[in-house]
């Protein structure tokens, strides 16, 4: 039974006073107070050995706590900060616990603790959040069925020259597949950088990008040269609608850790910036946690492609009954001696016509229409966006038309 509350302390020394005086037994004075003979034994015990102070309420905190922090991780955690200075308590303890999955590391509130007595946490500024929106990359169920690429923003190294990153990441394992400097985003130096990531890593089903040069252009469908030389290669371009960053949000985040560890401050020149670049893809892919993947790195996620790149660029295939123009270098469609204008962008290339009505063809690129073609008039208007329809086979020429 417990001390009466109102007068605990008075209690115990009267208690203590009766004990002294020997005329009753621990038993007795126990009945008399109301308490257990646990608690008798306990507070005379304590007498024993302190005196009065020992009749004071103790802390009841434990005086071990099975996951304090020791001295040895306490140094282990502060070294992994030095060299990860913008990881947060749940990314480093997610580290640390790869590291030595035997060893019992402290939670992350604590090593969040141990930051902010040190002087090493950085919290994030708040800010307003906009509703979510549906993940436009959630059909991304494994890896290389989407990429993502974009340019991060051009900036200029120490010594004034011009860098302008082009990144490609895988969408369902974030890995970094490539992130090079270059001096100007166009086409030339960007296919460049594609073949050699396609030659290492295989072909994706899908590319996704935003709609500026070299992904897309204002030609029929938003087709470019290199979105061109994608679709022969079968690979999917999807394009984020104009003005909705959010939409490529996870490659979006990826540029602005990207900016945090290697361009602020810049290096001096192009070649050191590069070189950051390369440790970054590194730490990146091996070593950084990632939340959203369950706190695992994404080298733990990504295999290569299982499709290859092609020694030879293979021309594209339309069904049987559709019927097949090649575009000159003026960007024009012959039929019935009658030219008519495509795109110069598609200059060289073979495009399919489908018939839907009378003198009325869909044209394709590939699997992807570009628009419609009046034979009667000689006419093309392009499509605004891209898609990917399957073509219907209709195997009835068009009046007058030749192949």
């Known amino acids: 039974m417990p001390w009466k509350e109102r007068k605990a302390m008075d209690e ?129 169920q494994a890896p290389n069925q989407v990429w993502c690429a974009d340019y991060k923003g051009w900036f200029r190294c120490g010594d004034g020259a011009r860098c302008d990153p082009l990144t490609i990441s895988d969408a369902y394992s974030r890995y970094l597949l490539r992130c090079r400097a270059v001096e100007k985003s166009d086409e030339i ?64 985040r990826m540029h602005q850790t990207l900016q945090q560890e290697t361009a602020q401050p810049p290096q001096s020149n192009l070649s050191r910036q590069q070189d950051a670049f390369r440790r970054f893809e590194q730490e990146y892919n091996q070593v950084r946690p990632h939340e959203a993947l369950g706190y695992r790195t994404p080298a733990e996620l990504y295999v290569a492609s299982a499709r290859p790149y092609p020694y030879q660029l293979p021309e594209l295939e339309y069904a049987t009954g559709m019927y097949q123009r090649r575009i000159s270098s003026a960007g024009e469609m012959k039929w019935n001696a009658r030219n008519t204008f495509i795109s110069k962008v598609l200059a060289g290339e073979m495009v399919g016509l489908q018939e839907v009505q009378d003198h009325l063809y869909e044209v394709y690129y590939g699997p992807l229409l570009l628009g419609w073609f009046d034979s009667a008039e000689a006419g093309f208007v392009a499509d605004c966006a891209p898609h990917w329809p399957s073509a219907k086979v209709k195997t009835d020429p068009p009046t007058g038309g030749s192949q």
């Open 189 to 252: 130096r960007a296919r460049m950088i594609f073949e050699a990531v396609f030659r290492e890593y295989g072909l994706p089903d899908g590319i996704r990008t935003d709609n500026g040069p070299p992904f897309a252009s204002p030609a029929p469908a938003g087709l470019s040269r290199l979105s061109i030389w994608w679709i022969r290669l079968g690979i999917r371009v999807e394009r984020i609608e104009p003005g909705h960053p959010e939409q490529n949000g996870q490659h979006e």
């Open 12 to 140: 115990k020394r009267e208690f203590i006073a009766e004990w002294e005086k020997a005329e009753a037994s621990i038993a007795e004075l126990c009945r008399h107070f109301e308490i257990s003979r646990e608690t008798g034994y306990k507070w005379l015990k304590r007498y024993e050995q302190s005196g009065a102070v020992g009749l004071e309420e103790w802390s009841r905190a434990p005086h071990k706590h099975p996951q304090q922090m020791s001295g040895e991780q306490r140094e282990r955690i502060l070294e992994v900060r030095q060299a990860h200075a913008r990881w947060g308590p749940r990314k480093l303890r997610a580290h640390l616990q790869r590291l030595t999955p035997a060893q019992r590391w402290p939670s992350a509130s604590s090593i969040g603790a141990l930051l902010q007595r040190e002087g090493l946490a950085h919290p994030r500024r708040k800010r307003h959040r906009t509703p979510p929106c549906t993940q436009p990359l959630a059909h991304a």
